[in-house]
């Protein structure tokens, strides 16, 4: 049976990225024994929680260097598992820590490294979309242990009632390790629901002309209750909401019961991102922009026009 | 200061993407330098403008990459280095990481710049993977950054907001698209770029082999995937803000 491995981001809580459960639960339907590698304060409480998705065993270290220090430590203690365990697949979440920790492994290893994976069809064929998600390509991987990094919410997770045995991990970290220290963490707390989890998302892009507009999307999703509010990279990168809003190839991927485009011209990095919403809704002043090709309703018309007034409907219905 | 920046050869971003065969299609599309990669050159001449030192620029592709060198020098940059071999064609990320680390490994570096994500293959890994080859601490999705004395203090994004990174000097980092403001190259620049050296070495001249530089994965099919249709579009007379709050009702939402 192949050794499948699923590395987990867990916080100092022993909480696990929701990710992780998504691609165990995924890992179940392949043929192999599955284990899961947890690095960082917090990885020995979050073992049960991988052993009920599917992890059988979990190589887990509290050690803080693997939360102090970037990529390094973590890419030497799985180099060093590897060496002792032989895996076939290791699978990380594209998050901003595993996308590092995967490279620098890809390279410890001399492995192949797969980005952007959506679908994972065997322990040696794993799947990406492209265009938008217009085209799904099938890719064979050699060599081992074979390396890809999946994009969140590409399945859903689903507990199996398993459990899962801790094995310490006592790697040595070299000095040469520790070159790279966190020093501050700073949070850009948004009011209401994570974005991620939202069931209804309200995006504003660069067609809001100015940042001040956002406070049109920050009014409605109060209304609407239960709405979180996300925003492009050219929005992000201009400055007029954090990065933390950003939704699509760089930023978040949402699924939504329902996905409010505003200003937004639908751009492929962008719809990678929010194309598995269920309903979506597009205001753009353009008829010819992409975005309305996915969109369920499409309003052509100018945004700072129409949200005012969707702002009264809205209360107004609510009474 | 003497800083590399990695600079990838695109095909222009603004024409739509066509496949050929497993391939993206680059023959007949006009190739520019990755946007992205912008915010690198001008990271690497900030840091020149403050500290001195020397801008160089590396870049694995096609002979035609050598234009987006070009930009780069017109931006200010001091030299290139392109490597380019038949052999190359259709690398992944660690076979591009160990190509431009043996180019890299010939000159000693304070710096090494690169993209977050490439615009074409957005792989995303191919920074870490040179970082590690070439044995140096990385900090990537740097959006603000200060160098002093052999160290960098860096602000990193995260998915819920921002860390603060120190990293000791050499290393490799990894710029956003906010991270500045890429300089137009003047007409000065461009007529000073056709001056400035640009190094073209093959597999061979790097002492890498075909088996150093194999690929491990293949593409196997290409397919459709189920498109979402497009619904219903409607031109705002005024009516639009009712309809949409209709379709939040049908939706459950309101
Ligand atoms: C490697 C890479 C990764 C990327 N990752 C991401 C990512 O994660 N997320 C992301 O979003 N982008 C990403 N991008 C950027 C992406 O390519 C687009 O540039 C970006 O999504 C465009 O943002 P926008 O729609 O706000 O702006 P634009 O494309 O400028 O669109 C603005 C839209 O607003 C409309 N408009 C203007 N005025 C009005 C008005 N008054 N009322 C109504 N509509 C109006 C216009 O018609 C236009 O369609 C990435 C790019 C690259 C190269
Ligand atoms: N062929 C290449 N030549 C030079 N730099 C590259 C090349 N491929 C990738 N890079 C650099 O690595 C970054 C990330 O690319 P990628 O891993 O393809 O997403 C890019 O923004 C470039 O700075």
Redesign the pocket.
């Known amino acids: 049976m192949s050794k499948i491995w699923v590395f987990a981001e867990v916080t100092p809580e022993g909480n696990v990225d929701t990710a992780a459960l998504e691609i165990l639960t995924k890992a179940r339907s392949l043929d192999g024994e599955i284990a899961a590698v947890a690095l960082g304060p917090g990885a020995t409480a979050a073992a049960p929680k991988l052993g009920e998705y599917g992890a059988t065993t979990v190589y887990a270290s509290d050690d803080d260097v693997y939360g102090d220090f970037i990529a390094q430590p973590a890419a030497e203690a799985l180099a060093h598992l590897v060496g002792e365990q032989s895996p076939d697949l290791i699978l990380f979440a594209t998050n901003y820590d595993s996308r590092d920790i995967a490279g620098r492994l890809a390279a410890k290893v001399d492995s192949t490294i797969m980005s952007n994976v959506t679908g994972l069809v065997s322990v040696d064929k794993a799947q990406t979309s492209i265009f938008g998600g217009a085209l799904i390509v099938d890719v064979a991987l050699q060599g081992a242990p074979k390396i890809a990094l999946v994009r969140p919410k590409s399945f859903v997770a689903e507990p199996s009632g398993g459990s899962a045995e801790v094995v310490q991990v006592s790697a040595p970290v070299s000095e040469e390790a520790k070159k790279s220290k966190r020093v501050e963490r700073h949070e850009e707390a948004a009011s209401g629901p994570k974005l991620e989890d939202a069931p209804v998302v309200i995006s504003g892009?660069?067609?809001?002309?100015e940042p001040d507009n956002f406070k049109l999307l920050d009014e409605l999703a109060g209304l609407l209750g239960n709405t979180a509010v996300g925003?492009?990279?050219?929005?992000v990168d201009a400055g007029w909401v954090p990065y933390s809003y950003?939704?699509?190839?760089?930023?978040k991927t949402v699924k939504p019961g329902v996905y409010i485009a505003?200003?937004?011209?639908?751009?492929?990095?962008?719809v990678v991102?929010m194309k598995g919403a269920k309903r979506i809704i597009a205001?753009?002043?353009?008829e010819e922009?992409p975005?309305f090709a996915l969109s369920d309703l499409g309003v052509v018309?100018?945004?700072?026009k129409i949200l005012p007034q969707l702002i009264e409907e809205v209360r107004t219905r609510k009474g | 200061m003497n800083i590399a920046v990695c600079v990838k050869h695109i095909p222009d971003?603004n024409v739509p993407p066509e496949m050929d065969g497993t391939r993206l299609k680059r023959e007949g599309v006009t190739g520019v330098l990755d946007?992205?990669d912008e915010f690198g050159v001008e990271t690497g001449l900030q840091l020149k403008e403050a500290h001195g030192g020397e801008v160089t620029l590396v870049s694995m592709g096609p002979a035609a990459a050598s234009e987006a060198i070009k930009r780069g020098l017109s931006m200010g940059a001091d030299k290139g280095i392109l490597i380019s071999d038949d052999a190359l064609k259709g690398s992944d990320a660690l076979v591009t990481a160990k190509v431009l680390a043996a180019a890299l490994k010939r000159e000693q570096f304070d710096l090494i710049i690169a993209g977050?994500?490439?615009?074409d293959g957005?792989s995303g890994v191919m920074p870490s993977i040179l970082a590690e080859l070439l044995g140096l601490p990385q900090v990537t999705f740097v959006k603000k950054l200060e160098a002093s004395d052999g160290s960098l203090k860096v602000d990193r994004q995260t998915a819920d907001g921002y860390h603060v990174i120190e990293c000791s000097l050499p290393a490799l980092i990894t710029v956003t698209a906010g991270v500045n403001e890429p300089r137009y190259a003047s007409f000065k620049g461009i007529m000073a770029a056709k001056k400035k050296p640009v190094e073209q070495l093959s597999l061979g001249d790097l002492g890498l082999s075909g088996d150093d530089v194999a690929i491990k994965q293949t593409v196997e099919e290409i397919a459709p995937a189920e498109e979402r249709k497009a619904g219903e579009v409607i031109q705002d007379d005024g009516t639009a803000a009712a309809r949409i709050a209709d379709f939040l009702q049908e939706a459950k939402v309101i």
């Open positions: 892009g660069r067609g809001l002309g925003a492009t990279r050219a929005v950003q939704v699509g190839q760089t930023g505003i200003g937004i011209s639908g751009a492929t990095q962008h991102g205001i753009n002043k353009d922009a975005i018309g100018d945004a700072l | 971003p946007p992205g977050v994500e490439s615009t957005y």
